[in-house]
């Protein structure tokens, strides 16, 4: 084992707020520690209360809907796979639960003559923690308070933890670097440290090093908790929901502020039954029940908490390629620098600046780094200056590379979004175990070099990210040469679950330059003049590159500042698709950040994305941020959770959030009523931001009346009729509105306006760039 992940002193993950921007993240920025408190630490009680309910709901949903329950694999999971220490586990597991058997006294009385036993049985607070756990054991906790259940599991678990340890100084072997005590925090029922809601954890284990378990004693931090416990007082079928529905709502907490995870576990004890989970990028696994009031049931409860003392880092959902380097104070993270286990390069951060906030997804990770090692420790008076950004992902692996069967599955639904938690997970295939993750055409590091290739060093220099080093992460104690990816963290699925769970490969590269979050603009006009400057980078990059971004959002698009001033970097290419590899036959994938989806996307409609979907993801942009504000100096709105760009990120399903976008869109009286009269009047320059708004919703749907040039087809709705009904003074872009059709009256044929704009798509998408041209020279005369 290498060290356990500590965090850095003062080093502060970002865990995003209830509000601020709906559950959508930053991405890097050279910033300190101690950032701006977000817009969520001032939002009103009662908002508060509303999101945290919804929260609830959502979690409740998403465990419906990603729990995969009774996988046999999941205690296997957690047994290492060197073989000396695993039969080390079977022993251990066979002794305990023995010695288990034989004080509850339902095991074979000779067992009671063994040495081993009476050893253990001497030892005053081993037998002192299983006596305070038989109440569970026995199930005569059955119906009792939850409160009343917290002491004896945690009895058990330290009773367990004990007599492995028992077991090891026989050998020597308790100090010992693979092996790691686990025991649950003393402090029960509380609300852990660095969350971003006021929930309590039921219970929590923590990991330790061998020689200091003092851990245990502190209260719950969600920085350095292992796994977290959810318990019930019964195993009926509604406790069992609400506690894997709780569960849900924790591990987003694990995720975000340990940038070492790569998956969680999770542990729900309803009653007498327990159950292991093994949290990835787009499932949750239970175990089958484990009835602590049988033989069986016990004994497959120990083997899993000695597998999770001995078993490897990675097997607990650790990254061995993270580390502390706590002389220096910062993270040390290797690199990859090709595709093989062996070539890596050790980059240094003290700044998490995008955490993987989200349960489900691709849990993208940024660090502000640098390549230099720091010659003494880094503090405020040594600050670390970055020359690099690191993003640590787990990218889909190539569809093109999918089986007759899993190509079936995949054109069927086929879902690949940053916004997973609101997204059906999506069947695809999985690749044999001597697959070439060079060969994964939807890596971003291939994607970025293509680009790099096509443009070479000038054009668009410093508008898109440059590759400086990167590939697949390998985990060091992994025994074969296979990159990390969806079989290291739940290899054991039979095959039908294989094909309804993404296959994900792990991903880190460092680019440059370094940005700084959208949010971090200074007006209205450094705004537009980022947002420009990106989508002029979208337009060169499609048209020169046959490269459709796919997924522009907030998050996306960086503001860099240099001599030359303010100017935007276009980034995150995991959504991107490479049009020469991609057949004009197949069915579009689902993608991008959910309030900033076209409507397209939302609907899954069976026809080729263009550069028009990205165009109007820029529209909701724009809204977004017209509504909300454009960075943290403006005012909270005190009618933030009634607005109705709220139902953007918020609907029972993404059918529902699209219809909502299309009646938002179908007039211009709708778009203004609904969104552009709005935007927040605390935000300076919100008039010329609105505009801008409108003018792009024009350009996009209704050109011929509104927008700068007529000659532009645009997507507006084509007429084939002799008369149009004179009380339409309003074009139902749409088809929302019921037109009675008869034999005697005109007929009206209605075309959807995300196909027309198909044909005109490039010749739409240079207009909007230059709406966006005329509007940043605008905003600079009225700031002169």
């Given at each position: 084992?290498?060290?356990?992940?500590?965090?850095?002193?003062?080093?502060?993950?970002?865990?995003?707020?209830?509000?601020?921007?709906?559950?959508?993240?930053?991405?890097?920025?050279?910033?300190?520690?101690?950032?701006?408190?977000?817009r969520?630490?001032?939002?009103?009680?009662?908002?508060?209360?509303?999101?945290?309910?919804?929260?609830?709901?959502?979690?409740?949903?998403?465990?419906?809907?990603?729990?995969v329950?009774?996988?046999?694999?999941?205690?296997?999971?957690?047994?290492?796979?060197?073989?000396?220490?695993?039969?080390?586990?079977?022993?251990?597991t066979?002794?305990?639960?023995?010695?288990?058997?034989?004080?509850?006294?339902?095991?074979?009385?000779?067992?009671?003559?063994?040495?081993?036993?009476?050893?253990?049985?001497?030892?005053?607070?081993?037998?002192e923690?299983?006596?305070?756990?038989?109440p569970?054991?026995?199930?005569?906790?059955?119906?009792?308070?939850?409160?009343?259940?917290?002491?004896?599991?945690?009895?058990?678990?330290?009773?367990?933890?004990?007599?492995?340890?028992?077991?090891?100084?026989?050998?020597?072997?308790?100090?010992?670097d693979?092996?790691?005590?686990?025991?649950?925090?003393?402090k029960?029922d509380?609300?852990?440290?660095?969350?971003?809601?006021?929930?309590?954890?039921?219970?929590?284990?923590?990991?330790?090093?061998?020689?200091?378990?003092?851990?245990?004693?502190?209260?719950?931090?969600?920085?350095?908790?292992?796994?977290?416990?959810?318990?019930?007082?019964t195993s009926?079928?509604?406790?069992?929901?609400?506690?894997?529905?709780?569960?849900?709502?924790?591990?987003?907490?694990?995720?975000?502020?340990?940038?070492?995870?790569?998956?969680?576990?999770?542990?729900?004890?309803?009653?007498?039954?327990?159950?292991?989970?093994?949290?990835?990028?787009?499932?949750?696994?239970?175990?089958?029940?484990?009835?602590?009031?049988?033989?069986?049931?016990?004994?497959?409860?120990?083997?899993?908490?000695?597998?999770?003392s001995?078993?490897?880092?990675?097997?607990?959902?650790?990254?061995?390629?993270?580390?502390?380097?706590?002389?220096?104070?910062?993270?040390?993270?290797?690199?990859?620098?090709?595709?093989?286990?062996?070539?890596?390069?050790?980059?240094?951060?003290?700044?998490?600046?995008?955490?993987?906030?989200?349960?489900?997804?691709?849990?993208?990770?940024?660090?502000?780094?640098?390549?230099?090692?720091?010659?003494?420790?880094?503090?405020?008076?040594?600050p670390?200056?970055?020359?690099?950004?690191?993003?640590?992902?787990?990218?889909?692996?190539?569809?093109?590379?999918?089986?007759?069967?899993?190509?079936?599955?995949?054109?069927?639904?086929?879902?690949?979004?940053?916004?997973?938690?609101?997204?059906?997970?999506?069947?695809?295939?999985?690749?044999?175990?001597?697959?070439?993750?060079?060969k994964?055409?939807?890596?971003?590091?291939?994607?970025?070099?293509?680009?790099?290739?096509?443009?070479?060093?000038?054009?668009?220099?410093?508008?898109?990210?440059?590759?400086?080093?990167?590939?697949?992460?390998?985990?060091?104690?992994?025994?074969?040469?296979m990159?990390?990816?969806t079989?290291?963290?739940?290899?054991?699925?039979?095959?039908?679950?294989?094909?309804?769970?993404?296959?994900?490969?792990?991903?880190?590269?460092?680019?440059?330059?370094?940005?700084?979050?959208?949010?971090?603009?200074?007006?209205v006009?450094?705004?537009?003049?980022?947002?420009?400057?990106?989508?002029?980078?979208h337009?060169?990059?499609?048209?020169?590159?046959?490269?459709?971004?796919?997924?522009?959002?907030?998050?996306?698009?960086?503001?860099?500042?240099?001599?030359?001033?303010?100017?935007?970097?276009?980034?995150?290419?995991?959504?991107?698709?490479d049009?020469?590899?991609?057949?004009?036959?197949?069915?579009?994938?689902?993608?991008?950040?959910?309030?900033?989806?076209s409507?397209?996307?939302?609907?899954?409609?069976?026809?080729?994305?263009?550069?028009?979907?990205?165009?109007?993801?820029?529209?909701?942009?724009?809204?977004?941020?017209?509504?909300?504000?454009?960075?943290?100096?403006?005012?909270?709105?005190?009618?933030?959770?009634?607005?109705?760009?709220?139902?953007?990120?918020?609907?029972?399903d993404?059918?529902?959030?699209?219809?909502?976008?299309?009646?938002?869109?179908?007039?211009?009286?709708?778009?203004?009523?609904?969104?552009?009269?709005?935007?927040?009047?605390?935000?300076?320059?919100?008039?010329?931001?609105?505009?801008?708004?409108?003018?792009?919703?024009?350009?996009?749907?209704?050109?011929?009346?509104?927008?700068?040039?007529?000659?532009?087809?645009?997507?507006?709705?084509?007429?084939?009729?002799?008369?149009?009904?004179?009380?339409?003074d309003?074009?139902?872009?749409?088809?929302?509105?019921?037109i009675?059709?008869?034999?005697?009256?005109?007929?009206?044929?209605?075309?959807?306006?995300f196909?027309?704009?198909?044909?005109?798509?490039?010749?739409?998408?240079?207009?909007?760039?230059?709406?966006?041209?005329?509007?940043?020279?605008?905003?600079?005369?009225?700031?002169?």
């Open positions: 084992m290498t060290s356990l992940y500590v965090p850095p002193e003062n080093f502060s993950p970002k865990v995003e707020g209830l509000v601020d921007l709906k559950g959508t993240v930053f991405k890097p920025r050279a910033m300190k520690a101690d950032h701006k408190k977000k969520s630490q001032t939002t009103p009680a009662s908002t508060t209360k509303d999101i945290n309910e919804e929260r609830k709901k959502e979690m409740a949903d998403q465990a419906k809907k990603r729990l329950r009774n996988v046999s694999c999941v205690v296997d999971q957690a047994q290492p796979t060197d073989e000396d220490k695993l039969k080390l586990v079977r022993k251990l066979q002794k305990i639960s023995q010695h288990i058997e034989a004080v509850i006294g339902k095991g074979d009385e000779k067992l009671s003559r063994s040495s081993t036993i009476e050893e253990a049985a001497n030892n005053k607070e081993i037998a923690h299983l006596e305070k756990a038989m569970w054991l026995d199930g005569s906790l059955e119906h009792t308070l939850e409160k009343h259940m917290y002491p004896r599991i945690s009895a058990l678990l330290i009773a367990v933890s004990k007599m492995v340890q028992h077991e090891l100084d026989k050998d020597n072997a308790s100090s010992a693979w092996y790691r005590p686990i025991f649950p925090h003393e029960t509380t609300k852990p440290t660095y969350a971003d809601d006021a929930n309590r954890i039921d219970m929590g284990l923590v990991d330790c090093p061998a020689d200091d378990t003092t851990a245990a004693q502190a209260m719950p931090n969600y920085r350095t908790l292992f796994i977290v416990i959810e318990v019930k007082r009926s079928k509604a406790d069992t929901e609400e506690a894997y529905a709780q569960l849900f709502g924790y591990v987003r907490h694990l995720y975000a502020c340990q940038p070492d995870r790569r998956f969680v576990w999770g542990l729900v004890c309803c009653g007498s039954v327990a159950n292991a989970c093994i949290f990835t990028n787009y499932c949750a696994y239970a175990s089958p029940n484990m009835d602590v009031t049988t033989p069986n049931g016990r004994e497959e409860f120990v083997r899993l908490l000695v597998g999770w001995l078993c490897d880092l990675r097997q607990l959902g650790r990254d061995e390629t993270v580390s502390s380097n706590l002389q220096l104070n910062c993270l040390e993270i290797n690199v990859p620098t090709s595709n093989s286990k062996s070539g890596y390069k050790a980059y240094y951060s003290n700044n998490v600046v995008v955490s993987a906030d989200r349960l489900f997804g691709r849990h993208n990770r940024c660090f502000a780094a640098t390549d230099i090692k720091p010659e003494k420790r880094v503090s405020d008076d040594n670390m200056v970055y020359n690099a950004v690191i993003k640590d992902t787990w990218a889909m692996f190539s569809n093109e590379q999918a089986s007759s069967k899993g190509k079936a599955n995949i054109d069927r639904d086929d879902d690949d979004s940053d916004d997973q938690s609101a997204l059906p997970a999506s069947a695809a295939p999985w690749p044999p175990t001597d697959f070439e993750p060079a994964n055409a939807r890596c971003e590091v291939m994607i970025l070099k293509k680009i790099r290739k096509i443009f070479g060093s000038e054009f668009m220099k410093g508008r898109y990210p440059e590759i400086v080093a990167g590939g697949c992460v390998y985990q060091p104690s992994s025994p074969n040469n990159p990390d990816c079989r290291e963290t739940i290899g054991g699925l039979d095959l039908d679950q294989q094909f309804t769970t993404p296959f994900c490969l792990h991903i880190r590269y460092a680019m440059s330059p370094v940005g700084e979050p959208l949010e971090t603009v200074r007006s006009r450094e705004l537009l003049i980022v947002l420009r400057d990106a989508m002029e980078c337009f060169a990059i499609f048209t020169k590159c046959g490269i459709l971004h796919r997924d522009i959002s907030n998050n996306n698009i960086l503001v860099v500042r240099d001599d030359n001033g303010v100017h935007g970097l276009l980034i995150d290419f995991d959504c991107a698709i049009s020469s590899l991609v057949g004009s036959n197949r069915r579009p994938e689902r993608t991008g950040t959910l309030p900033f989806m409507v397209a996307n939302l609907e899954n409609l069976p026809f080729e994305r263009t550069m028009l979907d990205d165009w109007e993801s820029l529209l909701y942009l724009v809204c977004w941020l017209g509504s909300y504000g454009i960075n943290d100096t403006v005012p909270p709105r005190d009618d933030a959770y009634s607005l109705q760009i709220r139902r953007w990120s918020v609907g029972h993404v059918l529902d959030i699209a219809l909502t976008k299309r009646l938002h869109l179908n007039t211009m009286s709708n778009f203004s009523e609904f969104i552009a009269d709005n935007f927040n009047t605390s935000q300076p320059g919100h008039t010329l931001l609105k505009r801008v708004a409108v003018v792009l919703h024009s350009t996009l749907f209704i050109d011929q009346k509104i927008g700068l040039d007529a000659n532009c087809k645009g997507s507006m709705i084509i007429d084939k009729l002799d008369t149009i009904p004179e009380d339409e309003e074009d139902d872009i749409f088809s929302l509105r019921d009675a059709i008869s034999n005697n009256q005109a007929s009206r044929k209605r075309i959807d306006p196909v027309e704009r198909m044909v005109h798509a490039k010749e739409i998408s240079a207009q909007l760039l230059k709406v966006m041209e005329k509007y940043v020279e605008i905003a600079k005369k009225l700031d002169s």
